[in-house]
């Protein structure tokens, strides 16, 4: 069964600042990896979505890798703002259980 | 364009109440999700469809729960009777092929006393 873990579960930065996020899957076998932005009392944002195949994804000031041998991807936040502020979530789509299997989110704080 | 509509936004019921959470899907998306995200649990699959038909309901916790999705533009994810530990936000997402990018509605924030 597909586990995904997200490190750490909360981060608090001032604004300007550089970070990263940290994603971590059990299972290699996936088809893609989606990165989420998920703002309170709202539905999920798809940021950037990695296929099997690709290494990374750019989005403005939005990074994402894939090291789908090692069950690894890092979402790269450059030059951080207080409106990145939200709940980021990982998902993987396996490709034995044919659906997205979620993180429990980074909660993101980035102080002005 | 229209992205994914859910109703309500928020419902607050007793317990052994029937509920009934509604999905429009964005037009021309054949694949439809139901997830369940709780602060224990997280973001949890509930049920999925393609082209109206459900292919995987095994994160269905119970059979109190059923969804259906009679056409392509509309879903329902019912609870009967519901209970308080049923408490959660409720997401439909739709996607145009199974491995494409999900996109989600601003759910359902349910509450059952």
């Known amino acids: 069964k597909q586990e995904v873990t997200q490190i750490p579960a909360a981060l608090s930065v001032p604004e300007g600042e550089n970070l990263v996020l940290n994603c971590s899957f059990t299972d290699s076998a996936i088809y893609n990896l989606q990165w989420f932005r998920q703002d309170p009392g709202k539905g999920l944002t798809s940021l950037l979505l990695?296929?099997?195949?690709?290494r990374e994804q750019t989005s403005g000031r939005l990074n994402a890798s894939l090291d789908k041998s090692s069950g690894r991807s890092t979402l790269y936040i450059a030059a951080s703002q207080p409106g990145d502020s939200a709940t980021y979530l990982c998902a993987v789509f396996s490709g034995s259980a044919r659906q997205l299997t979620f993180g429990s989110g980074t909660q993101l704080t980035v102080l002005p | 364009d229209a992205g994914v509509i859910q109703s309500p936004r928020h419902e607050v019921t007793e317990m052994g109440q029937e509920v009934t959470l509604r999905c429009k899907p964005i037009s021309g998306h054949d694949y439809l999700f139901w997830y369940r995200q709780t602060m224990m649990r997280g973001l949890e699959l509930l049920i999925y469809?393609?082209?109206?038909?459900?292919?995987?309901d095994s994160g269905m916790p119970e059979d109190r729960f059923s969804a259906k999705m009679p056409n392509a533009s509309f879903s329902t994810l019912k609870i009967q009777p519901s209970e308080p530990r049923d408490s959660a936000v409720y997401f439909c997402a739709s996607s145009l092929g199974g491995v494409q990018p999900q996109h989600f509605g601003d759910g359902t924030r349910l509450s059952i006393l």
């Open positions: 990695i296929q099997s195949s690709q």
């Open positions: 469809f393609n082209n109206n038909v459900p292919i995987d």
